[in-house]
């Protein structure tokens, strides 16, 4: 049984359709993170599975009970907003236990239970103090001890760490990951960063524009990407993706040299390969010039345009621009992902060679 | 060096602050401090000249029983006003800050008694206190109630007036706690409803502490007001009848332009700046420490 189920989920703000026809589950003690650019309904969807907006059709099950028109307390679920929403005038001790106080749990178990968050969040020692007397991490871990004093085993976090700055993000990803498995907590996770995602997620939901456009595991997201959006939006630097033109003895890049990237119809078609996935060669390949190096440290990213386009590739250590900017491009076969553009679809290999343009998957 | 620099800057900021210095100089600390001195001489005519007299001016204050009536007038005012007003302010803006259809419209129809010329707004209250045609009299004649003479009964004036002012004022308070309303995140009251916080909880824990700021300064403004008003009684009943609707502002003003006695007006006037700087005192010091400012 999942802990969460969302079926035929969608959402309208009057002529707006926020969240278009969502179904998902998600498993107890699992950690799921619904993925996707600002404005594609996450937030929207994961204040309908509080309760704090209804669904304009559908159900949505938790523990398998169908809970749609309960309201938000009856679901029995905890939340972390994104401002974090401390109240101002109480003191941290008095924010964590103000649930336990509105469900009269006797004081001896509160203080108990308090001391217990506490200490697991590692606020000891402040919870005298006022929301406005903590740093940003500290008043993200009263939000996260608010959260789980309550023992509800559901935990909905709506980009918890978009206003830490960016050395704090990772600890606190590190930190809020290891705390949901230790606690066995159900978690659904929002955000826009991907690399918050393929970090943290058991599961990963890729939203765009209201529906759901792939589900997966980290590795699966980033290895499998069944559309040129997935493609696009995991990864940093994302998949590059290179349009294709029909040559004399198979697909070619578009305004790129002869070199035959697979035998098979271009046109229409976009090729997807990894910056990682590329490697440089003195002969054989795709013929590009060097345009800029961007040193990173471990490795340096380097650009090659071809025609209007432009060719990321990611190599180790420092690679100095200057030295030979005229290489060859080469990838491993199973590197490679055909899209078909107009669909923005995966076209699945058994058909790159043979097929037609246009009879994907 | 820049120890000339620093004196420089100096010299800039008293130069900033002189025009406000000046003009709060001129027409706020000036009359208060010759007020007082006024206060210390008799009354002069033309034929006798003003001596000073000392406290002669208080110790007659102590013995005048129209003095301790509308001292008593005002108490009674105020406290019918300020707690009346501010309750009302307050549920008026909860309610007009929920999405409700004509969302706008109420709230402008709070307001429009604040924009409303004091004078005009006596005129028209002055048609509804109007024994047997008046609005109140007339709706009160459908039920069968008797007709009132709401601002001639010395036992109605005062309540009627109190009634007035909190029409008038509750609208004008609406709007701040409305605007405090809106700065209020609705992630703090969501979050206290997924915890299981009934409204009512809500509003007493949350929302009602984190608007102690604007109680604070609605509760100013309300005291202030309370000794201020003086435009309506001049409309409505000049005071009357027998000073049962007479406040302070208002009895100084008689005393002073109607008496022509300047020198008591001026003890009278002193006592009230007295009140009003001891109740602004300890409404800052008392309430200081409850509230939380963001
Ligand atoms: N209360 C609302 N009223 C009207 N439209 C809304 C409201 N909340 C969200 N939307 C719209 O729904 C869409 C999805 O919003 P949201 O779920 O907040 O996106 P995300 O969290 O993924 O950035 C957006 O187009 C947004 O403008
Ligand atoms: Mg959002």
Redesign the pocket.
């Known amino acids: 049984m999942s802990a969460i189920e969302l079926k035929n989920i969608t959402?309208k703000?009057?002529d707006?359709t926020?969240?278009d026809n969502i179904s998902l589950s998600v498993d107890e003690g699992s950690f799921v993170v619904?993925l996707?650019?600002?404005?594609?309904?996450?937030?929207?969807?994961?204040?309908m599975i509080a309760g704090l907006?209804t669904a304009s059709s559908g159900t949505i099950s938790i523990a398998g009970k169908d809970v749609t028109s309960l309201p938000p307390a009856a679901r029995k679920i905890s939340m972390v907003f994104q401002s974090y929403a401390l109240f101002p005038h109480l003191s941290v001790a008095e924010n964590i236990i103000f649930g336990l106080k509105v469900r009269k749990v006797p004081a001896p178990i509160r203080q108990k239970r308090l001391e217990k968050v506490v200490d697991i969040v590692g606020l000891a020692g402040l919870t005298d103090r006022k929301p406005s007397q903590l740093s940003g991490g500290q008043r993200q871990r009263v939000a996260l001890a608010r959260a789980i004093i309550a023992e509800n085993g559901i935990c909905l976090m709506?980009?918890p760490l978009s206003n830490l700055d960016a050395k704090l993000r990772h600890d606190m990803r590190v930190e809020i990951r290891a705390l949901q498995q230790r606690l066995g907590m159900t978690v659904i996770y929002?955000t826009?960063d991907q690399a918050e995602a393929m970090s943290m997620a058991d599961k990963v939901i890729l939203?765009r524009d209201?529906h759901i456009e792939q589900v997966g595991t980290p590795e699966g997201l980033y290895g499998k990407p069944e559309t040129l959006f997935t493609a696009s939006f995991i990864g940093t630097p994302p998949m590059n993706l290179v349009e294709l033109a029909n040559g004399p003895e198979g697909a070619v890049v578009l305004g790129g040299s002869d070199h035959v990237v697979f035998k098979g119809p271009g046109e229409g078609r976009v090729l997807g390969v990894r910056p990682e996935d590329i490697s440089l060669s003195d002969d054989s390949g795709l013929l590009v010039e060097l345009t800029a190096a961007d040193y990173l440290g471990a490795d340096t990213i380097l650009n090659a345009p071809v025609g209007n386009q432009i060719i990321q590739i990611r190599v180790p250590g420092r690679y100095r621009l200057g030295e030979k900017n005229r290489v060859h491009l080469t990838w491993p076969q199973e590197a490679v992902h055909i899209f078909e553009k107009a669909s923005g679809k995966k076209i699945e290999n058994s058909n790159i060679t043979t097929g037609k343009v246009g009879n994907a998957a | 060096m820049s120890e000339h620099k620093g004196s420089m800057n100096r010299v800039y900021g008293w130069l900033l602050l002189l025009p406000a210095m000046v003009f709060l100089t001129a027409f706020t600390y000036y009359p208060m401090v010759s007020t007082f001195f006024v206060s210390l001489f008799s009354d002069g005519t033309a034929t006798r000249p003003s001596v000073f007299v000392g406290l002669e001016n208080y110790q007659f204050l102590l013995e005048d029983d129209i003095f301790w009536k509308v001292l008593v007038n005002n108490l009674w005012y105020a406290a019918g006003t300020i707690p009346t007003s501010i309750a009302i302010a307050l549920m008026m803006a909860i309610w007009v800050n929920n999405r409700l259809p004509a969302r706008g419209l109420v709230r402008m129809a709070y307001f429009t008694p604040t924009v409303l010329p004091m004078i005009a707004v006596a005129n028209i209250w002055l048609f509804f206190y109007t024994p047997e045609i008046g609005l109140f009299d007339q709706i009160g004649s459908v039920f069968g109630f008797p007709s009132q003479n709401w601002l001639g009964d010395p036992e109605l004036v005062l309540g009627s007036i109190i009634v007035m002012t909190v029409w008038k004022e509750a609208g004008f308070f609406m709007i701040f706690y409305l605007a405090a309303l809106q700065s209020l995140s609705p992630e703090l009251e969501e979050a206290a409803h997924l915890e299981g916080a009934s409204r009512w909880y809500i509003f007493r824990r949350i929302t009602f502490p984190l608007l102690m700021p604007t109680t604070l300064f609605v509760t100013i403004n309300a005291v202030i007001n309370s000794v201020k008003m003086v435009d309506h009684l001049f409309i409505l009943t000049k005071g009357g009848p027998d000073n049962a609707s007479s406040l302070l502002l208002y009895y100084i003003f008689e005393v002073a332009f109607s008496f022509l006695d300047e020198a008591y007006a001026s003890a009278l006037t002193v006592v009230l700046l007295v009140v009003l700087a001891i109740v602004a005192v300890g409404q800052f010091t008392l309430m200081d420490k409850r509230i939380h400012y963001r």
């Open positions: 959402k703000w009057g707006v926020a969240v619904l996707g650019p600002s404005g594609c309904g996450k937030s929207t969807t994961l204040r907006d709506d980009e929002v826009h939203l209201g």
